[in-house]
C-alpha cells in the first residue's frame, strides 16, 4: 500500500513541475474580450441602463406650467447628444398633463410641454425635423388617483425612440 502511494506521489510532483515548464509561450492579449480575461465588460444598452440618461425619457413639470425645470435639462442634453450622433433616428416627444382642467386645454398644454422639450433639443443643434411634439392631454396617465403624487406623474413630456433603438437594433 505504501507503494502505491509513493507512486501517485512522484506522478503528482512530475505533472506539477512539467506544466511550469511549458515551452510554449501564453499570449495574453488573446484573453481579452473572452471570460478568462480580466476586462470582460458587456455593452450595455444605455437605454436600459438606469445609469445612463438616456434610461430617463421623461420630463417632469410643475403644475400649469410647461417650463423645462434645470433638474431635467441634462437628460435632455443627453438625448440631444445621443441625436446627433444618430441623424437616422426620429423621435416623438408626447406631452401629457394631469388630469384636472378640460380636455382642450389640456391637450394644449400637453402641447406646449412636447414643444417645449423639442425646442430644448433644437437649441443644441438636434434638426427640427428629427423630432416631432404631440399632445395626448389627460389621455394616457401612468399614475391613478386623485393625488399629489399621481398628478405629478401624469404631467410629463416622453421622449419616445423607435423600437429598434430602445431594444438596440438600430445604430
Known amino acids: 500500500m505504501s507503494f502505491s502511494w509513493k507512486i501517485l506521489a512522484t506522478a503528482a510532483a512530475a505533472a506539477a513541475l512539467l506544466s511550469g515548464c511549458s515551452s510554449v509561450s501564453l499570449d495574453e492579449s488573446a484573453k481579452q474580450g473572452t471570460l478568462a480575461g480580466e476586462e470582460v465588460q458587456a455593452e450595455t444598452n444605455p437605454f436600459v441602463d438606469p445609469a445612463n440618461a438616456l434610461s430617463h425619457r421623461s420630463v ?4 400649469d ?4 425645470e434645470p433638474e431635467y435639462l441634462a437628460n435632455v442634453e443627453a438625448h440631444a447628444k ?12 408626447q406631452g401629457n398633463t394631469d388630469d384636472r382642467g378640460g380636455r382642450e386645454y389640456n ?9 417645449a422639450v423639442k425646442q430644448r433639443m433644437q437649441l443644441l443643434g438636434v434638426p427640427a425635423e428629427s423630432i416631432e411634439a404631440v399632445s395626448f392631454g389627460k389621455e394616457k396617465p401612468v399614475a391613478f ?8 406623474q401624469n404631467r410629463r413630456a416622453d ?4 423600437v429598434e433603438v430602445i431594444n438596440g437594433l438600430a445604430k
Request: hydrophobic share 45%; proline share 5%.
Open 107 to 115: 391637450l394644449a398644454l400637453g402641447q406646449k410641454r412636447s414643444e
Open 60 to 63: 417632469y413639470f410643475a403644475f
Open 145 to 152: 388617483g386623485q393625488s399629489e403624487e399621481a398628478w405629478a
Open 82 to 93: 445621443w441625436l446627433l450622433n444618430h441623424p437616422n433616428v426620429k423621435v416623438v416627444i
Open 159 to 162: 421622449i419616445v425612440y423607435p
Open 65 to 68: 406650467s410647461y417650463d423645462v
